[in-house]
């Protein structure tokens, strides 16, 4: 029986999506559940599985091809497998070089494969779970390429010739490209928008990170034994968030027309970077979790987001968002608004600076956090307290636990 694969909904107001990579080919067989396709929306990277056992019998959409949701992208010969039958020339067979093997790649990474001709086998892999990244791929080929300058040519002793040799090795210039995944282009038309449509202005603040280390320190073998995971500094951050919104509300709501509207509830958003771009995971209810579970939550948002299993749903909505540049040595940034929210917090990179403390100077471990707001209907004065209370809550982590 002839099952037809198609485009599943996969998130509201979602109806385009783009075939990321085949992970299978025609005449592959499959199982039921097994990972077919990947699928690219504007917001995330989702499987596509085998709704029975089977055997592929026609792939209909080439990689990077868009197709409408519930339209039919592959046929399933449902039952025992088929044998593989050999292709012609007008069937062509899009991103097989290694698709058909499991995956041992980031989508990004295959992509980039199937560009050079290459097997994820060939090359080094330093992503997580051990999968082959976008970097190992741009460092492998850039490689190849060296070896290639470098290899010895034909002798050309008694040969004259009026026309100059080829440059080589470092003198080559050389362009790649790539095309933009339909993430990509949505983050960059949404970063567009953002300083188009809003008044954006940021103000800044440093943050004493002595208590919240020395309190990690005191609990941190206790926490990690109990929950099984480690207490890090995003569950401050996140808490010390919720206290300022829910004293500055105007940062925790949006414009809509000509209207203001205020949330009552405290969903954050989450920046994590992947291979593919930034996506943005929503803790909903966060102000109703402890500690332990916003750190679970963190943990689980970051790996799903690594390996492209984050689902559109979880991508949606949010009413703040805070994003941590620190992981990769930031200093200081402006971080931009996310649509159509109203702000965000930037966290940076711990350094010890020397600071004034009662009349002398020590040294201790400092932050500089950012917030990006909408100036349209929140007033500098209010940013600066949010920010300030932020400060204050964070250099005294009781206060969380207090509500005070």
Partial sequence: ??????????????????????????????????PVAMIETEKATVELPAPADGTITKLLKKQGETAKVGETIAHLEAGKAAPATAKTASTPAPAEKSSSEPAKATPLAKRMLDENNLRAE??????????????????????????????????TENVISSTPAPKTGSDTREEQVVRMSLLRRTIAKRLVEAQHTAALLTTFNEVDMSAILAFRQQYQEAFQKKYGIKLGFMSFFVKAVIDGLKQFPLLNAEIRDTDIVYH?????????????????????????????????????????????????????????????????????????????????????????????????????????????????????????????????????????????
């Fill in 264 to 404: 009552n509830y405290h969903d954050i958003g989450l920046a994590v970077s992947t291979d593919r771009g930034l996506v943005v995971p929503v803790l909903p209810d966060a102000d109703r979790l402890s500690f332990a579970e916003i750190e679970l939550a963190v943990a689980d948002f970051a790996k799903r987001a690594r390996d492209g299993k984050i689902k559109p749903e979880e991508l949606t909505g949010g009413t703040f968002t805070i994003t941590n540049g620190g992981v990769f040595g930031s200093l200081l940034s402006t971080p931009l608004v996310n649509p159509p929210q109203s702000g965000i917090l930037g966290m940076h990179t711990i350094q010890e600076r020397p600071v004034a403390v009662a009349g002398q100077v020590v040294i201790r471990p400092m932050m500089y956090v950012a917030l990006t707001y909408d100036h349209r209907i929140v007033d500098g004065k209010e940013a600066v307290q949010f920010l300030r209370r932020v400060k204050e809550t964070v250099e005294n982590p009781a206060r969380m636990l207090l509500e005070i």
């Fill in 1 to 34: 029986m002839m099952i037809e694969l198609k485009v599943p909904a996969v998130g509201e107001s979602i109806t385009e999506v783009e075939i990321g990579s085949w992970l299978k080919t025609e005449g592959a067989t499959v199982a039921k559940d097994e």
């Fill in 122 to 155: 060939e090359v080094p892999a330093t992503g997580p779970g051990g999968k082959v990244s976008k970097k190992d791929v741009l460092q492998h080929v850039e490689q190849l390429q060296k070896e290639k300058n470098a290899a010895p040519v034909a002798s």
